[in-house]
Protein backbone atom coordinates (compact mmCIF):
# COMPACT_ATOMS: atom_id res chain seq x y z
CA UNK A 1 0.00 0.00 0.00
CA UNK A 2 2.98 2.66 0.84
CA UNK A 3 4.42 2.16 -3.02
CA UNK A 4 1.05 3.51 -4.36
CA UNK A 5 1.19 6.21 -2.33
CA UNK A 6 4.49 6.83 -3.28
CA UNK A 7 3.49 6.55 -6.84
CA UNK A 8 0.45 8.85 -6.81
CA UNK A 9 2.73 11.59 -4.37
CA UNK A 10 5.69 11.50 -7.20
CA UNK A 11 3.23 11.87 -10.38
CA UNK A 12 1.70 14.92 -7.81
CA UNK A 13 4.53 16.32 -7.23
CA UNK A 14 5.88 16.31 -10.91
CA UNK A 15 2.88 17.71 -12.37
CA UNK A 16 2.93 20.49 -9.83
CA UNK A 17 6.52 20.62 -10.73
CA UNK A 18 6.13 20.95 -14.78
CA UNK A 19 2.93 22.51 -14.49
CA UNK A 20 4.08 26.14 -14.78
CA UNK A 21 6.43 24.61 -18.07
CA UNK A 22 3.46 23.91 -20.05
CA UNK A 23 1.50 27.05 -19.33
CA UNK A 24 0.89 29.73 -21.73
CA UNK A 25 1.56 33.17 -19.90
CA UNK A 26 0.34 36.49 -21.99
CA UNK A 27 2.45 39.58 -21.23
CA UNK A 28 -0.85 41.49 -22.76
CA UNK A 29 -3.65 42.26 -19.71
CA UNK A 30 -6.66 42.89 -22.21
CA UNK A 31 -9.27 40.43 -22.86
CA UNK A 32 -9.15 40.17 -26.41
CA UNK A 33 -5.66 38.70 -26.45
CA UNK A 34 -5.66 36.57 -29.95
CA UNK A 35 -2.81 33.36 -29.47
CA UNK A 36 -0.51 32.41 -32.16
CA UNK A 37 -2.51 29.47 -32.91
CA UNK A 38 -5.72 31.08 -33.78
CA UNK A 39 -3.82 33.37 -35.59
CA UNK A 40 -2.04 30.63 -37.79
CA UNK A 41 -5.10 29.00 -38.40
CA UNK A 42 -7.24 31.72 -39.52
CA UNK A 43 -4.40 32.32 -42.08
CA UNK A 44 -5.57 28.63 -43.28
CA UNK A 45 -8.87 28.40 -43.47
CA UNK A 46 -12.23 30.88 -42.97
CA UNK A 47 -12.56 30.67 -38.90
CA UNK A 48 -16.19 31.49 -36.88
CA UNK A 49 -14.04 33.96 -34.70
CA UNK A 50 -12.20 35.87 -37.27
CA UNK A 51 -13.00 38.35 -40.54
CA UNK A 52 -10.60 38.02 -42.98
CA UNK A 53 -9.75 41.69 -44.16
CA UNK A 54 -7.62 40.66 -47.66
CA UNK A 55 -5.79 43.42 -49.54
CA UNK A 56 -3.93 43.56 -52.62
CA UNK A 57 -0.18 44.01 -52.39
CA UNK A 58 0.78 47.35 -52.23
CA UNK A 59 4.47 48.96 -52.58
CA UNK A 60 6.91 48.06 -50.68
CA UNK A 61 4.22 45.75 -48.48
CA UNK A 62 4.59 47.31 -44.88
CA UNK A 63 2.78 48.72 -42.22
CA UNK A 64 3.88 52.37 -41.17
CA UNK A 65 4.93 51.61 -37.97
CA UNK A 66 5.39 48.67 -35.84
CA UNK A 67 6.02 48.60 -31.76
CA UNK A 68 6.56 44.62 -31.56
CA UNK A 69 8.38 43.15 -34.25
CA UNK A 70 9.71 39.70 -33.85
CA UNK A 71 12.16 38.63 -36.48
CA UNK A 72 14.00 34.47 -37.00
CA UNK A 73 17.94 34.49 -36.72
CA UNK A 74 18.27 33.15 -40.38
CA UNK A 75 19.46 35.15 -43.52
CA UNK A 76 17.77 36.63 -44.45
CA UNK A 77 15.29 37.40 -41.42
CA UNK A 78 11.69 36.51 -41.74
CA UNK A 79 10.01 39.34 -39.41
CA UNK A 80 6.35 39.81 -37.99
CA UNK A 81 4.99 42.88 -36.44
CA UNK A 82 2.92 41.24 -32.90
CA UNK A 83 0.93 44.39 -32.80
CA UNK A 84 -2.78 44.58 -31.81
CA UNK A 85 -5.13 47.26 -32.58
CA UNK A 86 -8.43 48.31 -32.96
CA UNK A 87 -8.93 50.56 -36.48
CA UNK A 88 -8.97 48.18 -39.32
CA UNK A 89 -7.77 50.92 -40.96
CA UNK A 90 -4.03 50.18 -39.50
CA UNK A 91 -4.29 47.47 -42.40
CA UNK A 92 -4.05 49.74 -45.37
CA UNK A 93 -0.01 48.38 -45.57
CA UNK A 94 -0.85 45.03 -44.76
CA UNK A 95 -1.47 42.03 -47.29
CA UNK A 96 -3.19 40.09 -44.83
CA UNK A 97 -4.90 41.75 -41.93
CA UNK A 98 -7.41 39.40 -39.21
CA UNK A 99 -9.94 41.19 -37.13
CA UNK A 100 -11.42 39.52 -34.43
CA UNK A 101 -15.58 39.69 -34.32
CA UNK A 102 -15.75 41.42 -30.79
CA UNK A 103 -16.27 45.55 -30.82
CA UNK A 104 -14.12 47.57 -31.20
CA UNK A 105 -12.41 44.52 -33.06
CA UNK A 106 -8.64 43.79 -32.67
CA UNK A 107 -6.89 43.34 -35.73
CA UNK A 108 -3.03 41.83 -36.51
CA UNK A 109 -1.18 41.90 -39.32
CA UNK A 110 0.16 38.38 -40.88
CA UNK A 111 2.67 39.74 -43.08
CA UNK A 112 5.74 38.34 -42.74
CA UNK A 113 8.77 40.49 -44.69
CA UNK A 114 12.40 41.28 -44.36
CA UNK A 115 12.46 43.53 -41.74
CA UNK A 116 10.44 45.50 -39.29
CA UNK A 117 8.39 48.53 -39.92
CA UNK A 118 9.94 51.89 -37.41
CA UNK A 119 8.59 51.39 -33.55
CA UNK A 120 5.54 53.76 -33.71
CA UNK A 121 6.25 56.17 -31.01
CA UNK A 122 9.36 57.49 -33.78
CA UNK A 123 6.67 57.57 -36.84
CA UNK A 124 4.13 59.99 -34.47
CA UNK A 125 7.32 62.54 -33.38
CA UNK A 126 8.16 63.19 -36.95
Do not use: I, W
Not at 73 to 81: A, E, I, L, V
Amino acid sequence: MASKKAVVMTVAVLAVLLLPLSATVSARTDAHVLDLFDLLSARNHASDNFVRVVRGKNEGNMMACCDACYCTKSMPPKCMCADMFSDPHRCEGCDLCVCTMSYPPQCKCLDVTDCCSPPCSDVATN
